[in-house]
């Protein structure tokens, strides 16, 4: 089972362990909730969604201060 | 499941947690359209008949300023223009130019950039360049305000709306507590107005909503809005205290509203006792609006060796 994630340059392929939300996901690439949109399948999404088999994650980054 | 908290869509796209809500794409549009009319209501931040004229970046803050006072605009409540201020920043102000551009056009408004560089003989990225520089925030920030105010004139404006967030709120009112501003904090708030009538009253719709929220919004309604950091920004203590509140927001997230609530409450105080100091007089060199014998703007271009181009 796998996902694709898309976070800037990022654009890969990713395993799925058994229950992986998108804030596992977040909080594994060290991103604040607070500063990023989340995208499943290219519906805008909230950080509790589980992420199934196939899914396109696609992480935005909205703010970045200043 | 989750479902939206108003009318039960399983399409969920906000958790706000300040409110334990959840909202769909439609739900989220309504609350947030809502809530800024609420300030501009309870504010009286415009009246029928006055034309605002927006500082128009590009970035989200202001697309979504520029987006709501568009519905004023259609409804015949107000007139809209718009500003873009090219500071001259290599590699970072070019999308936003052209994404402002687009947006003005689309609405078909009148609209205007106007360069540092038409303005000051010099940019951002040639000042960064002098080594006992100031830093970037405080030129830009002068700069910036010398333009618009300049610029609301020359539309006939009646109001200046700026894209101001309940972070940048917040922010701005814990680092004048915190560098002990009392004079600066009493001029915060959603409507600032100056004696001097070259000073165009500036509005903040936006000075309730979380800068998330903002961010979610342009997305949810497809808003082209430039996305990128301005490379100066991590010079600013603005950013550093931005970074403590977000942090202290993650336990408590209620905390950056009632920071600006509880400065609301105290604001009247303070300003009987500090009032903001009004500019009386005018600049000897460029005839804004100044304190003192030179403005802000003159008197930093003065130390750059340069001056304004009249």
């Not at chain 1, 392929?13 to 909080?27: F, G, P």
């Not at chain 2, 979380?210 to 603005?238: N, Q, T, W």
Request: aromatic share 6%; with cysteine.
């Amino acid at each position: 089972m796998s996902y694709k994630l898309i976070f800037k340059e990022l654009n890969e392929e990713r395993e799925l362990s058994s229950k992986t939300t998108i804030r596992d996901v977040l909080e594994d690439l060290n991103i604040s909730q607070e500063t990023v949109v989340t995208k499943q399948n290219g519906d805008v999404v909230i950080e509790d969604n589980e992420i199934h088999d196939g899914d396109e994650i696609q992480i935005i980054q909205i703010i970045y201060g200043g | 499941m989750v479902v939206c908290t108003k009318c039960g869509d399983p399409k969920v796209v906000l958790s706000r947690k300040q409110s334990g809500q959840f909202l769909c794409k439609d739900c989220f549009i309504k609350s947030i359209n809502k809530k800024v009319q609420q300030t501009i209501r309870r504010e009286k931040l415009i009246q029928k008949g006055d034309k605002v004229m927006v500082a128009l970046s590009g970035g989200k803050d202001s697309v979504v300023t520029l987006d709501i006072l568009n519905s004023y605009y259609k409804r015949y409540v107000i007139d809209l223009c718009a500003v873009t201020i090219d500071e001259g920043i290599k590699g970072y102000r070019d999308d936003g130019v052209a994404i402002a551009k687009a947006h003005a056009k689309n609405l078909g408004i009148e609209h205007k950039v106007v360069k540092f560089k038409d303005c000051f003989a010099i940019d951002l990225d040639e000042i960064m360049g002098y080594e006992n520089h100031r830093g970037s925030c405080t030129y830009c920030g002068v700069f910036r305000r010398w333009i618009i105010n300049r610029e609301a004139r020359e539309f006939n404006a009646t109001k200046i709306a700026t894209g101001h967030n309940l972070d940048d709120e917040s922010q701005a009112i814990l680092m004048n507590y915190l560098e002990g501003n009392i004079n600066n904090l009493s001029a915060l708030g959603p409507l600032t107005s100056s004696k001097s009538p070259k000073f165009t009253p500036k509005i903040k719709p936006l000075r309730e909503i979380p800068e998330k929220e903002i961010g979610l919004y342009a997305m949810v309604k497809d808003l082209d809005v430039h996305l990128a950091g301005c490379p100066y920004a991590h010079e600013s203590f603005r950013m550093e205290v931005g970074n403590i509140l977000k942090d202290l927001s993650k336990e408590h997230p209620t905390m950056m509203y009632s920071i600006l609530k509880g400065y609301d409450k105290i604001k009247p105080l303070v300003r009987e006792n500090y009032p903001p100091q009004f500019h009386m007089g005018d600049c000897v060199k460029c005839g804004e609006p100044s304190s003192n014998e030179l403005c802000r703007a003159c008197t930093f271009l003065e130390e750059l060796g340069h001056e304004v181009q009249l």
